[in-house]
């Protein structure tokens, strides 16, 4: 089983409409990231937790918000979706404390998303 | 924005020929990391470099931490068709252990 899960796959929703990506892991790790991929531009932060009680602004976080319910959840909400919201958006997860390489950062699998 | 300039953006290349792609920055980072993407998935890391001057092997895969630490390549040996994907470069800034990434370099091979 994949160790880190994102839900939905795809998705498509109009604009205006409030989506939420859901992401769990099993790997037991205290950090978690939500980034966003566009062609051409590599990785970009939206948003990051280092525990439970941690939640921090990435570099995008404008439109964006998230919750992050248990060391094992993490939550990316659209609260009123636009046009250029549409991307692929991935889950990470890491901890230096038993990762093999401190700043390895284990992906999910994507939600691709578009917003009509 | 952007701090990371990655080359180059994509490479055709023959099976079995070798791959050099490079990432450079204006700023100076104390570490540098190599991932590769796979179609459909999420980005694994291959190679995580520490200290300048150093040059590290992961199997056919052999990356470089620029000795200024403004600079990384990564060179892959004898492709084959499983190397097909994207490669990203990324560092970590210092003050808050967040990771900037590179534009990457999609890798197609001919056949």
Redesign the interface.
Known sequence: DADVTQTPRNRITKTGKRIMLECSQTKGHDRMYWYRQDPGLGLQLIYYSFDVKDINKGEISDGYSVSRQAQAKFSLSLESAIPNQTALYFCATSDPNTSGSDNEQFFGPGTRLTVL | G?Q?N?SP?SMFIQEGEDVSMNCTSSSIFN?W?WYKQDP??????LI?LYKAGELTSNGRLTAQFGITRKDSFLNISASIPSDVGIY?C?V?MDS????I????TKLIIKP
């Open positions: 952007q990371l990655q953006q570490t990391l459909g998935e999420g980005p694994v890391l995580a990203f990324a970590e808050n252990y967040q990771l990434w590179g534009a990457g």
